[in-house]
């Protein structure tokens, strides 16, 4: 026997579910909230451990070519609800925010708990029903949902229904992609889900892990030659472990640096490790007379190179090019390094794939199911860590829930 119930299912707890309950709710419309896990927000929760990173405050423009190839299809959503939307929103639950020294805007305080456990309680205030532990497992052939909660299997239908059931990293949080196969069995064309703000392997040596393993490397520039044969250069930080590289300035990277490997098997990336200092200035220095200092130690106190970043050139550079100025001068502006495999995806931040675009129409809904919507990071766009993905999910839910009143009030 089917059910019908309140008038907008949402599946899936999330930032891009949460919002699109509030604007729904706020609107007066009855939402049903459906999350598989005891509670909501759990990858926004963990978002917020390191400093929860809400939106970037660069201007409008640059902060949209962060999108990449999915810049023309998020632009609307975004200039709708954006960077600016989501500080103002943020404030109205009396979480102030601030921005930090690389331009990320953070809330006053960097958790998110405060933030989650205010807008829960204002959701329960406004009356949207949260029924957790109840995951959704696919359509009934008349289009109704089915449920599974405990050993139940409950069917509902509802006048209209917003996916908002994530991405494939971080499965513990409860988003764990495993929606894939349904919606590709009801014809939706979905991109495979990959790793994206990850990590990558370098094949060090032994004594190299050994040695440098969880050491930062700050100030430096990582250039690329990306697909179309264009230098990109980006100065930042990251850090060595013990299988490769990881970081922000990786991450920043890490759609070039998969579809790279993912075209020729590996990406080599170039190091400027001391990009304050030029190409000529370094080989007047290293050109000095070394008199009875070690070989080493002339390095470290003719360029201020030390640990780790001395480190590298070791690892990387013949002894015998070290000791030719010009050709050690070259190794520290632009010394490669090859990057083979991507860390595997349950352990990136974010997952590029999903729906693609295509079967969506500008409101969101799919062309296939109408009344069907979907938001948030199950879609098929990606972005560096700054703050960029969690507004892309608010931005998103918005109009997707916009789009479900306008047709709700058109039928
Ligand atoms: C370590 C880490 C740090 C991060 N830091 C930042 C940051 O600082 N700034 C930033 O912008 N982004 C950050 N992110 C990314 C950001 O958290 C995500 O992009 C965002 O949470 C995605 O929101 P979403 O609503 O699309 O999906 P999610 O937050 O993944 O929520 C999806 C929800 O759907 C539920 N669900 C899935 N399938 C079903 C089903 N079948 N039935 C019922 N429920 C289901 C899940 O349990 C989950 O609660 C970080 C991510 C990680 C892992």
């Known amino acids: 026997m089917t059910d019908v119930l309140a008038q907008v299912a949402i599946i899936g707890g999330g930032p891009a579910g949460l919002i699109a309950a509030e604007t729904l709710i706020e609107q007066g419309v009855s939402v049903n909230l459906y999350e598989r896990m005891p509670s909501v927000g759990r990858k926004f929760l963990i978002a917020g451990k390191g400093g929860l990173n809400l939106t970037h405050s660069e201007p409008f423009p640059e902060f949209l070519k962060k999108y990449g ?3 023309t299809e ?3 959503y975004l200039t709708k609800f954006g960077p600016t939307q989501i500080q103002q929103w943020a404030k109205q639950y009396g979480i102030n925010t601030f921005i930090g020294t690389s331009g990320r805007v953070f809330p006053v305080g960097m958790k998110a708990a405060p933030l989650l456990y205010a807008w829960k309680t204002r959701l329960i205030e406004l009356g949207v029903t949260f029924l957790f532990r109840h995951e959704w497992t696919g359509f009934a052939p008349d289009g109704s949902l089915i449920f599974k909660h405990g050993d139940q299997t409950l069917i509902k239908k509802y ?3 917003l996916f908002a059931m994530g991405g494939a990293s971080w499965s513990r949080t409860g988003s764990k992609g495993d ?11 979905v991109d495979p889900f990959k790793p994206s703000n990850c990590g990558f392997d370098v094949l060090w040596t032994d004594h190299f892990k050994s040695k440098f393993d969880g050491n930062p490397l700050k100030t430096i520039q990582v250039g690329l030659i990306d697909a179309k044969g264009e230098l990109i250069q980006k100065k930042g930080e990251f ?3 013990n299988a490769g590289l990881e970081g922000s300035l990786i991450y920043a990277l890490s759609a070039k640096i998969r579809s790279g490997i993912e075209q020729n098997g590996q990406t080599t990336i170039y190091l400027d490790l001391l990009p304050d200092l030029s190409t000529e200035e370094l080989f007047q220095r290293l050109s000095k007379e070394r008199g009875k200092r070690s070989f080493s130690s002339f390095l470290e106190k003719t360029t201020g190179l030390n640990g780790v970043k001395l480190g590298l050139l070791w ?5 015998e090019d070290l000791a030719n100025p010009e050709k050690c001068a070259q190794a520290i502006k632009h010394l490669p390094i090859t990057l083979t495999t991507p860390h595997p995806l349950e352990e990136a931040i974010s997952s590029a794939g999903g729906v693609d675009f295509e079967e969506m129409d500008d409101r969101l809904m799919l062309k296939k199911i109408p009344g069907v919507f979907c938001a948030g990071e199950m879609l098929d766009w990606e972005a560096p860590t700054g703050g960029y993905l969690i507004t892309a999910c608010f931005a998103t839910g918005v109009a997707a829930a916009n789009g479900i009143l306008s047709r709700l009030k058109h039928q």
Do not use: N, S
Request: aromatic share 10%; hydrophobic share 50%; no cysteine.
């Open 179 to 189: 929606w894939v196969p349904i919606f590709e069995a009801a014809g939706i064309k």
């Open 74 to 76: 998020l632009t609307p």
């Open 69 to 71: 190839e999915r810049e």
């Open 239 to 241: 850090i060595v472990t």
């Open 159 to 161: 006048q209209a229904v």
């Open 315 to 319: 690892e990387f550079i013949p002894r």
